[in-house]
């Protein structure tokens, strides 16, 4: 932008404002001696116009928005975002958000300050938030994204079918039939493609699934044990079971303990995600591993890309699972 043309745009900025064009230049440059609802305000107008606005903090700033940050799951994301904005000399702002209010107050502090972009690791931002980032100028990419993402909206997850088949895959070569599943909530994206994939390994081995043997529940440890207590106590139980994710395998392992049972011998258990603590498991926990850092790193790496050749770039990537088979699973008993 020619010098001229850039003070004309500034002056037009600072009169649509109702501030000096000093002030303007202050929040561009990013000055900390502005009001933060000025700030936020004249930061939108300069987005708007093409400016980069500088945050007030001194240094690039990327925000990662998360649900919670108390599991491994969590940790192995928050990590992943964490070495990729280091290796890139930029800071990490986490904060966790639950519902449209909580992100009103983030956006409001985010744009106040300035942001690189942000990473959202949680069911928000429905069409609402969509549209004051958009006019907020803040670039935005999903990990994980709880529904699948329109067009326009960049995303990093995972092969989720393909996890839940091979889950499947492997027990069916152990020699097991009945094998149940506990999948994570309706309706999550995540979730669907996992028991997807369960169904389609079932019926390409001719095996039909048996629909009192699917269960679904959050992704906590409570839900694995609770279900899994369910369905060992059915008439005929099954000799393996698919979990939704590792936490919700360690509630099976649980309930095996509970009932003075264990597994491989009494029920096989395969996880999903491959959290450092599934080693650690008694015993170690057979799981799908789900490159949960990496696609942290992919995510903060397209967000981070250079506008001008972020347009080729694919809406959503989704990176290998793979399976990792470790003492919890094996042929079931004669």
């Known amino acids: 932008m020619a010098r001229d043309a850039r003070r004309s745009t500034l002056v037009d900025i600072a009169a649509g404002a109702g501030v000096s064009v000093s002030t303007v230049s202050k929040v561009l440059n990013g000055r900390t001696d502005v009001a933060a609802g000025t700030r936020a305000r004249i930061a939108i107008l300069l987005r708007q116009h093409g400016y980069q606005v500088a945050s007030r903090l001194g240094f690039g700033v990327v925000d990662l928005l998360i649900a919670d940050l108390h599991s491994p799951w969590a940790e192995e994301l928050l990590r992943g975002t964490l070495e990729a ?85 492997h027990l069916i070569g152990l020699g097991h039939r009945r094998i149940a599943i506990i999948g994570g909530p309706p309706g999550l994206w995540s979730s669907q493609a996992r028991l997807d994939g369960y169904r389609a390994a079932l019926q390409a081995a001719g095996l039909s699934p048996d629909e009192g043997l699917i269960r679904q529940g959050d992704f906590m440890v409570t839900a694995g044990r609770a279900q899994a207590t369910e369905l060992l106590g059915l008439a005929e139980p099954p000799t393996a079971v698919v979990a939704g994710n590792d936490s919700q395998a360690f509630g099976v392992l649980q309930a095996l303990r509970e009932r003075g049972l264990r597994a491989p011998d009494d029920l096989s258990v395969v996880g999903f995600d491959d959290v450092p603590v599934a080693s650690w498991a008694a015993p170690p926990l057979t799981t799908i591993r789900q490159p949960l850092a990496a696609m942290a790193a992919s995510g903060f790496r397209m967000l981070r890309s250079d506008p001008a050749t972020a347009a080729g770039e694919p809406h959503h990537i989704e990176l290998a699972t793979t399976l990792v088979v470790r003492e919890s699973t094996g042929p079931p008993r004669p």
């Open 85 to 169: 904005a280091n290796e890139a000399g930029t800071s990490v702002i986490a904060t966790t958000v639950h519902s449209p209010q909580e992100f009103d107050a983030w956006l409001d502090r985010a744009t106040a300050r300035g942001t690189d972009g942000v990473l959202c690791v949680l069911r928000l931002p429905g069409r609402r938030e969509l549209r004051r980032l958009a006019a907020a100028r803040i670039p935005l990419v999903m990990i994980d994204p709880a529904t699948e993402p329109g067009d326009g909206i960049r995303s990093v997850g995972t092969t989720n079918w393909h996890g839940g088949m091979t889950a499947t895959r």
